[in-house]
């Protein structure tokens, strides 16, 4: 399963949330639902060098992907989604 983080109001996040809707493989996992989650996606922000450009353009880095086998991408291509 991938998992998703991100935020309905971010609309990237919106508009992969509506490709993976109803989909089994993906799960999506809203970080500012509860601090949980935020903590959770800081983490992976603070540690993975996949977002090393994110942050120098400042951006959040969502949607974010978790693939099953714990690597990080931001592109949704690489998880075959637009």
């Known amino acids: 399963m991938i998992t998703v983080y991100g935020m309905p109001s971010c ?28 903590k959770a996606f800081l983490h992976l922000r603070d540690t993975c060098p996949e977002f090393d450009e994110a942050r120098r353009m400042g951006y959040a880095g969502i949607p974010c992907f978790v693939l099953e086998d714990g690597s990080v991408t931001l592109d949704p291509k690489d998880v075959g989604l637009e």
């Open 11 to 38: 609309p990237d996040c919106a508009a992969v949330e509506e490709q993976i809707s109803g989909r089994e493989d993906f799960r999506m996992v809203d970080i500012g639902a509860h601090v949980v989650h935020l």
